[in-house]
């Protein structure tokens, strides 16, 4: 069941920014750890950057240049997770999805993903 709604895509121009957000009405956000994920054509969906249920932040080291471009962040008020973008690379085009992050090998129930966020860096 979807519990998730991400926004905050378009196109951007190599070098500019762009905030995703992702609202999500699942009972569990607030003791969820939750990520943002991206699917570029032709590629698999990979996970791209963590946050626990108490802030903290980690980058996944296997997607290049994410580090130092990307920050995460979560409100738990607001149950949303943000994901901030900075000086986008074309490399950067994918569909963006935020979900939880389980203990491998656990990974989020298929019908759980939302329709995601178009992020297009291209001059």
């Known amino acids: 069941q979807v519990h998730v709604v991400e926004s905050g895509g378009g196109l951007v121009q190599p070098g500019g920014s762009l905030r995703l957000s992702c609202a999500s009405s699942?009972?569990?956000?607030?003791?969820?750890?939750m990520g943002w994920y991206r699917q570029a054509p032709g590629k698999q969906r990979e996970l791209v950057a963590v946050?626990?249920?108490?802030?903290?932040?980690?980058?996944?080291d296997s997607v290049k240049g994410v580090k130092g471009r990307f920050t995460i962040s979560r409100d738990n008020v607001k149950n949303t997770v943000y994901l901030q973008m900075n000086n986008l690379e074309p490399e950067d085009t994918a569909v963006y999805y935020c979900?939880?992050?389980?203990?491998?090998?656990?990974?989020?129930?298929?019908?759980?993903w939302g329709q995601g966020t178009q992020v297009t860096v291209s001059s």
């Open positions: 699942a009972r569990t956000f607030s003791i969820d750890a």
């Open positions: 946050i626990t249920p108490g802030g903290t932040a980690r980058y996944v």
């Open positions: 979900n939880a992050v389980f203990p491998a090998p656990r990974v989020p129930d298929s019908d759980s």
